[in-house]
């Protein structure tokens, strides 16, 4: 029979591996984005052609792997946090501060998956593209919003392990 610590660390096994996951293909674009750049460097430098539109690879590449880290951030409980206002406090303390946290990293995920749902409708509407590549800005909103909605689920389980905290004796 599992004891209640095993129940809790196996809970939500699939959410966590998709966010570990999807943090893993942000660092492959990422990977993706430094050859761009260290091939377009060299060819310039050694056939004076370097690789058109590399900055706007590197823009939307940058964007999208800054996106894909965010719900593991929040999962792991990296994301920004002061430690002067912990340092002094209690684990019941810490706890309600992290509810708190996950509640607002809650609202703030779904305020962005509104907002950038409207922007990728607008983008694929008004069909805006990169100047040298030809590619549509809305590619970059895909990977964004499935950023978002996996950062909304971490911030769920967030919430729910820091209330689960609070709630113990």
Known sequence: MA?????????YTFARSAITMWALIGGGVLVCVVLVNAYSILAGAIVNRPFPGDFELTEMGVAIAAFCFLPYCQLRGSNVSADIFTAAAGPRAIAAMSVFSATIAILFSALLIWRMSHGLSDYIEYAEITGILSIPIWWAFVPALISLVLLSVASIISFIEALDKLQRP
């Open 3 to 11: 004891g209640p610590q095993q129940l809790r660390a196996e809970r």
